[in-house]
């Protein structure tokens, strides 16, 4: 299972293992790559956790794709 997020180029931290400061950095800058994410993402408690990624992980791509500014990028979690 492959997990993505959706981040900013100019972010130091890694969503993955340093939310909380990725999350700060991401506010403070006026991104706020979450709320963005979540008003692109069709994610649903009726879809499957891997529906839910898959979707998440299309959302991101799209963002990405019309991203003018050219500010976003899509992080993989790292894998043990």
């Given amino acids: 299972m492959e997990e993505y997020m959706l981040t900013t180029v100019d972010n130091p931290y890694d969503p993955f293992d340093q939310f909380d400061n990725w999350f700060q950095f991401d506010m403070d800058k006026g991104y706020n790559s979450c709320a963005y994410l979540d008003k692109i993402a069709r994610t649903s408690d009726q879809l499957s956790e891997e529906e839910n990624r898959i979707e998440v992980?299309?959302?991101?791509?799209?963002?990405?794709?019309?991203?003018?500014?050219?500010?976003?990028?899509k992080v993989k979690a790292k894998t043990n």
């Fill in 57 to 73: 992980s299309r959302a991101i791509d799209e963002i990405i794709k019309y991203d003018f500014r050219n500010i976003y990028s």
